[in-house]
Structure formats: structure tokens, C-alpha cells
């Protein structure tokens, strides 16, 4: 099955510094680093540049915090005699306005109909229309990611943090910077 090119092997990334950023945003400021008191750690880290960089080096247990760890980690690489190279025969990219074209796409339309309900708080919508309130969305945080590109070299610590992810899966270079 792994070898077989009639098997689907894909994989949906957001990009990691994306990624990153916007659980910094919500678990990290907004949630005063609630995912991280059980290793003893607390946390008072503002949404800044700054702050991003003095939260990595004060926690360096983020890299294995699920919604901030390179997403290489969670695709089964590390596995004795696993090929991971060649394994993903599709990779999708995560688009905040195109899911539901994306998912459909990447998966020849085979779970268009399980994806198109029983999501959301009344089950009633589909799996890419459902919104969490969450932190990424605010202004505060538009402000945020203005701060980050004006400061280069927080920015090229963060790339360097996810080198296995853009290496591993050829991601196109971080671009957050043009929306900010």
C-alpha cells in the first residue's frame, strides 16, 4: 500500500510559521500558557516579537506541543525503515477561504459528502465552514504580524526552528509578511 501509486497518501500542511503564530496568539497569550503549566512552566509572554522569541527559548518543550510542533512530527517519518521521502503522493496546503475546494482536490472528491456535514456546534455545517473564536482573527494581531516582518530576525529564528518541515515536505517559502 505505502509503494502502490494507486493508493491516496496525503497529507495537509498549514505553513509552520502560520501555524505557529496563531497558537502563540491564542494558547500562548490569550490562554496565558495553559498547555504548558503541567511541565511547570508559567507564562506571561505578550503578542510580540519579542515575546515569541523569549517564549522559545524560556519553553523549548514547544516543539513537542501539538499545535506548534514541525508537522513532520506527526507524519510517522521517524519510523524505522519508513520511506519517508516518497510516501506522500499528494500534499495539500491549507487556505483559511479554500478548504472545502482544497480537501476536494486532494482527495478526488471521494469525502466531498462526509466533510459536508454534522460539523459545528448544531452539526448542521460542513467541516471547513465551521469557525472557532480564536485569537488569529483579531486586529490585535494584524498589529502583531506588522511587528514580526518590521523585526527580520525573529522571523529567520522561526524559519530555522521549521527547516524539517520545509525541507521535508518542498513547502514554498514562508510568506507571511505579504498580508501583514
Given at each position: 500500500?505505502?509503494?502502490?501509486?494507486?493508493?491516496?497518501?496525503?497529507?495537509?500542511?498549514?505553513?509552520?510559521?502560520?501555524?505557529?503564530?496563531s497558537s502563540y496568539a491564542d494558547n500562548?497569550?490569550?490562554?496565558?500558557?495553559?498547555?504548558?503549566?503541567?511541565?511547570?512552566?508559567?507564562?506571561?509572554?505578550?503578542?510580540?516579537?519579542?515575546?515569541?522569541?523569549?517564549?522559545?527559548?524560556?519553553?523549548?518543550?514547544?516543539?513537542?506541543?501539538?499545535?506548534?510542533?514541525?508537522?513532520?512530527?506527526?507524519?510517522?517519518?521517524?519510523?524505522?525503515?519508513?520511506?519517508?521521502?516518497?510516501?506522500?503522493?499528494?500534499?495539500?496546503?491549507?487556505?483559511?477561504?479554500?478548504?472545502?475546494?482544497?480537501?476536494?482536490?486532494?482527495?478526488?472528491?471521494?469525502?466531498?459528502?462526509?466533510?459536508?456535514?454534522?460539523?459545528?456546534?448544531?452539526?448542521?455545517?460542513?467541516?471547513?465552514?465551521?469557525?472557532?473564536?480564536h485569537m488569529t482573527a483579531s486586529d490585535?494581531?494584524a498589529l502583531f504580524r506588522q511587528a514580526?516582518?518590521?523585526?527580520?530576525?525573529?522571523?529567520?529564528?522561526?524559519?530555522?526552528?521549521?527547516?524539517?518541515?520545509?525541507?521535508?515536505?518542498?513547502?514554498?517559502?514562508?510568506?507571511?509578511?505579504?498580508?501583514?
Amino acid at each position: 500500500m505505502l509503494a502502490s501509486p494507486g493508493y491516496v497518501r496525503a497529507v495537509l500542511l498549514r505553513d509552520p510559521i502560520d501555524r505557529f503564530l496563531s497558537s502563540y496568539a491564542d494558547n500562548v497569550v490569550r490562554r496565558r500558557c495553559d498547555c504548558f503549566k503541567h511541565m511547570g512552566r508559567r507564562c506571561a509572554f505578550p503578542l510580540s516579537p519579542d515575546g515569541v522569541a523569549r517564549f522559545m527559548r524560556a519553553n523549548p518543550a514547544w516543539v513537542s506541543y501539538d499545535h506548534m510542533a514541525p508537522q513532520v512530527h506527526f507524519c510517522g517519518v521517524q519510523a524505522p525503515g519508513f520511506d519517508a521521502k516518497r510516501i506522500w503522493n499528494r500534499i495539500g496546503y491549507y487556505s483559511p477561504n479554500a478548504m472545502a475546494r482544497v480537501a476536494s482536490e486532494l482527495f478526488d472528491g471521494r469525502l466531498d459528502v462526509p466533510m459536508a456535514q454534522g460539523w459545528g456546534g448544531a452539526r448542521d455545517r460542513g467541516m471547513w465552514e465551521a469557525r472557532t473564536a480564536h485569537m488569529t482573527a483579531s486586529d490585535s494581531s494584524a498589529l502583531f504580524r506588522q511587528a514580526l516582518c518590521a523585526n527580520r530576525t525573529v522571523l529567520k529564528e522561526l524559519r530555522r526552528a521549521f527547516d524539517e518541515d520545509y525541507e521535508y515536505f518542498k513547502l514554498p517559502e514562508p510568506d507571511i509578511c505579504s498580508s501583514a
